[in-house]
């Protein structure tokens, strides 16, 4: 403990001999680091936060369902989709184009590396991160503070944009897989109704239930009359005088209803023939036509979300023009500047010191 007290004494002793140059050095350090600190240009933040929202808000809601408590705001997925819409080239050029960023920058256009100097100077100044409570922050530094701001909103809109497309892209791939849902089924559909007229015309089967029902109502009241006459006309054969033209007219009814009676059992034999056929078509066509109009409500519902604005976030704040510079902080710099050269002297003040304390000339000889 005693030589290590000693040694850190003879270090601040010998500090303290050299206490002048010491103070010289760090006194130009400084002064130089100072005036260069001058020379920097100064640069100004201008910031925007924003939350990503849900894609479920352009969703329509599920037919015949009451609509569920859809997210407003977006999950890790939707920040990162943003976070990297936002570091794409898309972003970038967009940026560049708009702000006429080779002339801002003084960049060369047509230099061999001008894009690449270009995209540093980008990835410099333009940073997007996303916050402890889930938020996007969007960062961009100019030396123009008026620049700043407009460049972080550009960037912002645009971002929402594209995500607002890869939406829509998604959503028109779907519409036109409906779409030609919709036609398949609706070619189905024509081809069930198509059958069921053929089948109709057939069997002479217009409606089941009715022609049914008005089948057994004849039936029976043609299988009445033809009885009634047949008996009547046997009464009037007995009798004697009855004349013949009555005969003649019983006869003509008896004959009218029989024919009527064979037209009926053939047409309720046709009934009974295509009874099968026509309510199977008709089922099928009842069941298809509630699937082909739910997929069409579906299509126009998909429509309607489509043809819908939406936005793909939700604006914490908008970015305005900064009135205090970010960097360069030069008050930093110099307190740096001298603590280092205060630093580097005494380092070298003591192995100056060691050097001339010991023989090492001699030490390397011998080791």
């Known amino acids: 403990m005693q030589n290590s007290n000693e040694s850190l004494i003879d270090v601040l002793a010998l500090l303290y001999r050299r206490r002048k140059m010491l103070v010289t050095v760090c006194l130009i350090a400084g002064i130089v680091s100072a005036g260069v600190s001058l020379l920097l240009p100064d640069y100004y933040e201008a910031s925007t936060q924003f939350y990503a929202a849900s894609p479920d808000q352009a969703q329509p809601s599920p037919l015949g369902n009451q609509p569920d408590d859809k997210r407003i705001y977006g999950n890790d997925y939707d920040i990162d989709r943003l976070i990297s819409i936002s570091q794409s080239s898309k972003v970038k050029n967009f940026l560049i184009d708009s702000f006429d960023l080779y002339t801002h920058y003084e960049i060369d256009p047509k230099a061999a590396k001008a894009k690449y100097k270009m995209l540093l100077k980008l990835d410099k100044y333009l940073k997007v991160n996303k916050t402890k409570y889930d938020a996007i922050k969007l960062l961009i530094e100019d030396r123009v503070p008026e620049k700043a701001a407009d460049m972080a909103n550009a960037v912002r809109e645009r971002m929402d944009l594209l995500a607002q497309k890869m939406i829509k892209e998604s959503q028109e791939k779907l519409i036109a897989g409906y779409r030609k849902k919709v036609e ?81 059992k053939r047409n309720i034999k046709d009934y009974n023939d295509g009874y099968a056929h026509i309510l199977t078509y008709e089922r099928e066509l009842s069941d298809f036509g509630d699937q082909l109009n739910y997929d069409k409500e579906r299509l126009k519902q998909l429509e309607g979300a489509y043809d819908a604005e939406i936005s793909t976030i939700h604006i914490i704040e908008e970015a305005e023009v900064p009135v205090a510079k970010s960097r360069p902080k030069r008050s930093f710099i110099v307190i740096g500047a001298v603590m280092l050269s205060f630093i580097l002297m005494s380092m070298w003040f003591i192995v100056q010191e060691q050097v001339q304390q010991y023989d090492w000339g001699k030490k390397l000889n011998n080791a």
């Open 184 to 264: 398949r089924k609706q070619q189905q559909y024509d081809a069930i109704v198509d059958s069921l007229y053929k089948a109709r015309e057939a069997y002479n089967i217009f409606n089941v239930q009715s022609q049914g029902e008005a089948f057994g109502t004849n039936l029976v009241e043609l299988e009445g009359k033809v009885q009634n006459y047949s008996a009547r006309l046997s009464m009037l054969k007995r009798q004697d005088a009855i004349p013949a033209d009555s005969i003649a007219l019983t006869e003509a009814k008896l004959s009218g209803y029989r024919k009527q009676f064979d037209a009926l």
